[in-house]
């Protein structure tokens, strides 16, 4: 059974940083493709950052210059830095392993796991 776990999310004011971490349970695979996603109320669940296998990223033109997506193999964990945080970025973000190696196999496999997500409020 497969794991995430969200944390980092919290209160900010306009202008600050924030973490959030994906930490993927499991000693068989490892998370290697992500997605962050982020929802804010009212709103449709939007993509916000990307890293693929070999490590290119992409970002919404929103977040660009200001939010960096990375991960950690060796503590199977990825990360969203959200820097100049503004009001427009709250929401709740959500964690989306989609490839993942699998150390049985040797060999990369498609998933799609979604965390549980973690709050980011930005406010005065």
């Known amino acids: 059974q497969v794991q995430l776990v969200e944390s980092g999310g919290g209160l900010v004011q306009p202008g600050g940083s924030l973490r959030l971490s994906c930490a993927a349970s499991?000693?068989?695979?490892?998370?290697?493709?992500v997605r962050w996603y982020r929802q804010a109320p009212g709103k449709q669940r939007e993509l916000v950052a990307a890293?693929?296998?070999?490590?290119?990223?992409d970002y919404a033109d929103s977040v660009k210059g200001r939010f960096t997506i990375s991960r950690d193999d060796g503590k199977n964990t990825a990360y969203l830095q959200m820097n100049s945080l503004k009001l427009e970025d709250a929401a709740v973000y959500y964690c989306?392993?989609?490839?993942?190696?699998?150390?049985?196999?040797?060999?990369?496999?498609?998933?799609?796991?979604w965390g549980n997500g973690t709050l980011v409020t930005v406010s005065p």
């Open positions: 989306n392993p989609r490839t993942v190696f699998q150390r049985a196999t040797m060999s990369f496999e498609a998933v799609n796991y």
């Open positions: 890293i693929t296998t070999g490590g290119t990223t």
């Open positions: 499991g000693k068989t695979f490892s998370i290697h493709g």
